[in-house]
């Protein structure tokens, strides 16, 4: 049965999440006060009421932030959203203020800070799809849609959508799931001018992402966005920006319509996962096991690659 338009399924390119299987404790930093710890980042509030946002090594699969890290994804996440800034700068203004650590920081927070302009954040996930793979091929095998939205016959498994598509989500706590919404629920919980400037905004920016990336030989088959309002009511881009943690990133090169794609990001740990050799019933409630070092090196080698296909340098140390 193909999903209703008014709920649209479950979905966002990235993985929520459930439960810790160690539960961090924060750094204490005098003159920043801990807000919230998130499946990879920490937020924190200055004096001055600006926001540090600190990325960790921490990975996320299946609803479980995992008891392993990829060592050196943290500072990877942050410079590559540090340079999609640059890159879509002209297309929306974004919250970035800093991103050198404030003072008494530990020494390991440097390249992996942002400091932010504090926002209202508007609670909707914005995404964007381009092309067709994950929940949306279930959906459009059963009913030709992808969130009630009519598809062309004859598209498969990685198959290019005639034009992106935005399809918002909620915007879930910790723990929750996001559900995706049609735009007309959009529209009336924020207003539809609102609602159709995020809509303008995500597609334009997955357009800007996805000739990029094509430059430099990669796929960007579906991301995601999030947005707040500044003081005047003026949209900004916010969070992490076209990582492998927010988007579906595939080798141009070994892009074949009709099975699953070749990805840059976590999909060697849910192989992992998924599989007998790890012994994890992902049914059963238990959190997942430490990953192999196999994987882990994996995982690492695609952040690193698409990093340096998509700005042309070697990835942070």
Not at 26 to 53: F, I, N, S
Not at 261 to 278: A, F
Not at 283 to 302: I, K, W
């Amino acid at each position: 049965m193909a999903e209703s338009a008014l709920t649209c399924g479950r979905r966002s390119p990235g993985d929520t999440i459930s439960g810790f299987t160690t539960k961090p404790e924060p750094v204490q930093v005098p003159g920043l006060t801990h807000l919230h710890t998130g499946k990879v980042r920490e937020l924190y509030a200055t004096a001055a009421g600006e926001l540090v946002m600190v990325a960790s090594d921490r990975v996320s699969a299946y609803d479980w932030v995992l008891p392993t890290e990829i060592p050196g994804k943290g500072r990877l996440l942050t410079q590559l959203s540090l340079w999609w800034f640059e890159q879509l700068a002209d297309l929306v203004p974004n919250h970035l203020l800093s991103d050198v650590p404030p003072p008494g920081a530990p020494a390991d927070w440097e390249g992996r800070t942002l400091v932010c302009r504090r926002l209202e954040m508007v609670p909707v996930e914005c995404v964007a799809r381009g092309y067709l793979t994950g929940s949306g091929l279930a959906e459009y095998r059963a009913g030709g849609t992808v969130c009630g939205l009519p598809l062309p016959e004859g598209l498969t498994d990685g198959s290019r959508l005639p034009e992106p598509l935005f399809t918002p989500a909620t915007k879930a706590e910790v723990g929750e799931h996001d559900e995706n919404i049609p735009f007309e629920a959009v529209a009336a919980r924020h207003g539809a001018a609102l609602a159709e400037r995020l809509r303008g905004l995500t597609l334009d920016l997955y357009r800007r992402g996805r000739d990029i990336a094509e430059r430099s030989g990669v796929i960007l088959a579906d991301t995601k966005f999030e947005f707040g309002l500044d003081s005047t009511g003026t949209p900004v881009l916010a969070d992490e920006v076209l990582t492998p943690d927010s988007s579906r990133f595939w080798p141009a090169d070994r892009w074949r319509p009709g099975a699953p794609q070749p990805s840059y990001d976590k999909q060697h740990i849910r192989d992992w996962l998924g599989s007998p050799e790890s012994g994890w019933d992902r049914s059963g409630g238990t959190p997942p096991p430490p990953l192999p070092d196999a994987v882990v090196e994996r995982t690492a080698g695609a952040y690193r690659e698409v990093y340096r296909r998509l700005t042309g340098d070697a990835a942070p140390a």
